[in-house]
Each structure stands twice: as C-alpha cells, then as structure tokens.
C-alpha cells in the first residue's frame, strides 16, 4: 500500500478499544433491565423513560446517586474503574431527566468532585432494539467527554 493512500484511509472503526469494552459493559449489564423497560411501556401505554450516564472522579458516586434518586429509579454500576453510573428513571421525560441530571451535577461539584460527564437520553417508543438504545447511550457519553456538558437526547 502506498503512503499516501495509508494517510487518507478512515479508520474503520467508529469507537476505540476502550470505548467498545465499555459499551460490552454496559450490554451486559442493561439488556435485561432495558427489555423490562419495553415490557412495562407496551403493557401500560408507552410511557416513556429516561437513561442517564454519569461519572466523576474523587468523589463517592454511587452513594450521592442512591441519596438523591427515586424509589423507582434504578441504579447500576457500569464501569468502577471510570466511575461511571447509570440509572433508568420510570416514567419520567426529557425534560424532567435533564433537571435531575443538573440537580446531580451541582451536587458532585459541589463535593469537589471532577471531570464530571452525564448523559440523559428518552426512550418514548419501544421500536428500537434494545442494543441500538444502548449504543446510543454509548455514543451520547462519548459525545459527553468531548464537549464537557449534559448531553441530551430522545428516542421517539
């Protein structure tokens, strides 16, 4: 191959080694938990509900997070060596997530934690599969670490 054509290839993968195990991660820990989400919204009329990513250094993530979700909010710890945390909000939209994920952030800044990156993403529709939603809530916290603020999204 030649040098030139070396330099101009794309690369052929969208995601690094570390951004692929991480989504494994989250896979294995997700699936199950997204497809009783899927089951509960076609049983009980589409109401909607919301993945938020969250990670921060020098603070005690999990325990902050379990303090100020809901009964109903489920909690899951994807990656201890990021500290990264995801939580489904039941029943709850873009916007109520969005104030939540704020709500959260202020409280990690505020205990001197840093480099703080939170992802919320609306599951209103369960035509998706379950695997794209969960390669998109990938995407989203990549997306996160890149531009340093709450990315947001919606499936409809």
Same mark, same amino acid.
């Given at each position: 191959? %030649?040098?030139?054509? @070396?330099?101009? #290839?794309?690369?052929? $993968?969208? +995601? =690094?080694?570390? *951004?692929?195990?991480?989504?494994?991660?989250?896979?294995?820990?997700?699936?199950?938990?997204?497809?009783?989400?899927?089951?509960?919204?076609?049983?009980?009329?589409?109401?909607?509900?919301?993945?938020?990513?969250?990670?921060?250094?020098?603070?005690?993530?999990? %325990?902050?997070?379990? @303090?100020?979700? #809901?009964?109903?909010? $489920?909690? +899951? =710890?994807?990656? *201890?060596?990021?500290?990264?945390?995801?939580?489904?909000?039941?029943?709850?939209?873009?916007?109520?997530?969005?104030?939540?994920?704020?709500?959260?952030?202020?409280?990690?800044?505020?205990?001197?934690?840093?480099?703080?990156?939170?992802?919320?993403?609306?599951?209103?529709?369960?035509?998706?599969?379950?695997?794209?939603?969960?390669?998109?809530?990938?995407?989203?916290?990549?997306?996160?670490?890149?531009?340093?603020?709450?990315?947001?999204?919606?499936?409809?």
């Amino acid at each position: 191959m %030649s040098e030139t054509s @070396t330099k101009t #290839r794309r690369p052929s $993968l969208r +995601f =690094n080694e570390k *951004e692929i195990k991480l989504a494994l991660k989250m896979m294995e820990k997700m699936e199950k938990p997204i497809e009783l989400m899927y089951y509960l919204m076609e049983r009980e009329d589409e109401k909607p509900f919301v993945i938020i990513l969250l990670s921060a250094k020098e603070i005690e993530l999990a %325990s902050l997070i379990r @303090t100020e979700k #809901r009964d109903t909010d $489920l909690l +899951f =710890n994807i990656d *201890e060596n990021q500290n990264l945390f995801a939580l489904i909000c039941q029943e709850t939209k873009v916007d109520g997530g969005y104030r939540f994920a704020e709500r959260l952030l202020r409280t990690v800044v505020l205990d001197n934690g840093h480099s703080v990156y939170c992802t919320e993403m609306e599951i209103r529709s369960t035509k998706y599969d379950i695997k794209e939603v969960i390669f998109k809530a990938i995407e989203n916290y990549i997306s996160a670490k890149k531009e340093n603020e709450i990315v947001f999204r919606s499936l409809h």
